[in-house]
């Protein structure tokens, strides 16, 4: 798989990619989210693609205090090939050569199988409470 930066030609491979992997929710307009990143820190948001086709993505950003990551994804046919592994450690690269020196990572309870991929990272549960406000409807 070959890592690169996002470019505008990804946006629908990223979106239907984020859809066939459950990351999309009614709340969030994934065209919007994309738009948003390409504002900030685009060089932050990763694809990956093998054969010409992107198969994984990767959206990562850095507040000067702590970094953080979205829609990490691979796409189910290519799940378990170590494609999640190789983004995340570029987006641990990119992340630590802006001086980044911690990256918290929001996942979803529900969602062992990706808990159980960030753990054998290296990521620990932190004791913390996630909280969030939606500022912006994008409905």
């Known amino acids: 798989m070959q890592v690169r930066t996002f470019m505008e030609l990804d946006r629908q491979a990223v979106i239907e990619l984020w859809k066939a992997c459950d990351l999309t929710r009614s709340w969030n307009d994934p065209d919007k989210d994309i738009s948003r990143k390409l504002a900030f820190q685009k060089e932050l948001f990763l694809v990956g693609e093998l054969q010409g086709k992107v198969i994984a993505s990767a959206m990562a950003g850095y507040d000067g205090h702590r970094g953080s990551i979205y829609y990490l994804a691979v796409a189910p046919q290519f799940q378990n090939a170590g494609?999640?592994?190789?983004?995340?450690?570029?987006?641990?690269?990119?992340?630590?050569?802006?001086?980044?020196?911690?990256?918290?990572?929001?996942?979803?309870?529900?969602?062992?199988?990706?808990?159980?991929?960030?753990?054998?990272?290296?990521?620990?549960?932190?004791?913390?409470?996630?909280?969030?406000?939606?500022l912006i409807s994008d409905s």
């Open 83 to 134: 494609y999640g592994r190789d983004l995340m450690i570029e987006i641990e690269k990119l992340l630590t050569s802006i001086g980044c020196p911690k990256l918290n990572i929001v996942v979803r309870k529900s969602n062992r199988n990706i808990l159980n991929f960030y753990t054998t990272l290296g990521y620990p549960v932190d004791d913390v409470v996630s909280l969030g406000k939606r």
